[in-house]
């Protein structure tokens, strides 16, 4: 496993880390807690130091399985957290702004699941762009860290613009954005600012949600519960966060072109390369694959040791990007 700086942070965090919203075990079938342990240890015993959750998902059912593994490991992990959206689930929609106390009982809810008494890392989860126009969500995790609550704060956002509007803040050490072959706006247009400011980037949905592994066929039925059932056209929440936002049929006709371009191997297979397509860019500080088997985070993480794409693989991969998936992104990016 390599590592790399996470910004200004000055922490290094494997280049490979760990999604973790599957050990809520809602959104994508129920992932029992025996499985979700066995993949964090596995993870961790290939390197991966970095694990991203969110106080929502499974309403800290992930959190807390986290929680118990930190108890149960030696080795120094680092744990992103989020916060913002169980007021959303709880009010049933936005609250008109984050006060002091909602944030204080969010950050020590999670402090309490995870077990630790100060988070690694905070980050805003996806709120409105307003709030973060106003700054005042910003502040707030400040006061947080300067209580020594948290240690560090970014943002996990659904836009170049909430991106750019976030880096304003000196106080921002992160982005976590939706970045993967179908997303490739943010390589133009976020990652040199991230760059230039030491912005630290967590790249997120990196195999579109399964669909950049080239395992689906399509018309697959996915239960109910899945998000990529329920939200498959964006009914529940943004669109972008399932599929990239590509209509999953399209997403499988793309993901098989890709395939036949790059005729995949035991050496290294279509998910390797959606994530080695990731970590090329020098700006990603870490790419968070999510994963419900151990086979998967097995193969993630050796993503790792695989060198990088020739050139021609990407300009391939971005024309490719240009004429046949730009058209199709649905959902703000
Ligand atoms: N708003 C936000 O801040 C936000 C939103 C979305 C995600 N996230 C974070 O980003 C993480 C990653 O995104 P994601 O989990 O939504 O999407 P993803 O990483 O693109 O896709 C994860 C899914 O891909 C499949 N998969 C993973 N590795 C595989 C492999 N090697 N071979 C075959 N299939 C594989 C699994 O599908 P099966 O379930 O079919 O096995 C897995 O559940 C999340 O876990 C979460 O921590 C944050």
Request: glycine share 8%; net charge neutral; with cysteine.
């Amino acid at each position: 496993m390599k590592y790399r700086l996470l910004g200004k942070t000055g922490v290094k965090i494997s280049e490979v880390g760990l999604g973790t919203w599957q050990f809520g075990g809602t959104d994508w079938g129920n992932i029992s807690e025996k499985d979700a342990l066995e993949i964090l240890h596995k993870s961790v015993e290939l390197g991966v130091n970095f694990i991203d959750t969110a106080d929502v998902y499974g309403m800290g059912r992930s959190e807390k399985i986290i929680g118990k593994f930190l108890k149960e490991t030696k080795e120094t992990v680092y744990v992103a957290t989020k916060l913002g959206r169980r007021e959303w689930v709880e009010q049933k929609g936005w609250p008109a702004k984050y006060t002091t106390e909602m944030v204080k009982k969010d950050i020590e809810d999670s402090l309490r699941n995870l077990g630790v008494d100060s988070i690694f890392l905070q980050q805003w989860h996806c709120i409105p762009t307003e709030m973060l126009k106003s700054g005042e969500a910003f502040e707030l995790l400040e006061t947080f860290k300067k209580r020594g609550l948290i240690q560090h704060w970014g943002c996990s956002i659904e836009s170049i613009e909430e991106g750019l509007i976030c880096m304003e803040h000196p106080g921002c050490e992160t982005l976590q954005v939706i970045y993967n072959i179908f997303r490739q706006k943010v390589t133009e247009q976020l990652l040199p600012v991230a760059k230039q400011k030491n912005v630290g980037i967590l790249a997120r949905v990196p195999l579109a949600s399964g669909l950049l592994t080239g395992k689906f066929k399509k018309g697959h039925k996915f239960p109910e519960t899945d998000h990529r059932n329920y939200n498959a056209d964006g009914t529940a929440f943004n669109v972008g966060e399932t599929f990239a936002g590509i209509p999953f049929d399209k997403g499988v006709e793309l993901a098989e072109k890709i395939k036949s371009m790059f005729n995949p191997t035991d050496d290294i297979t279509m998910a390797q390369l959606a994530l080695r397509w990731i970590l090329d860019h020098d700006a990603v500080s870490t790419v968070i694959p999510g994963a419900t088997k151990i086979e998967q985070a097995i193969s993630n993480a050796r993503t790792s040791s695989i060198p990088p794409l020739d050139e021609s693989v990407h300009q391939k991969l971005y024309q490719f990007y240009k004429t046949e998936i730009e058209p199709y992104i649905r959902g703000r990016y």
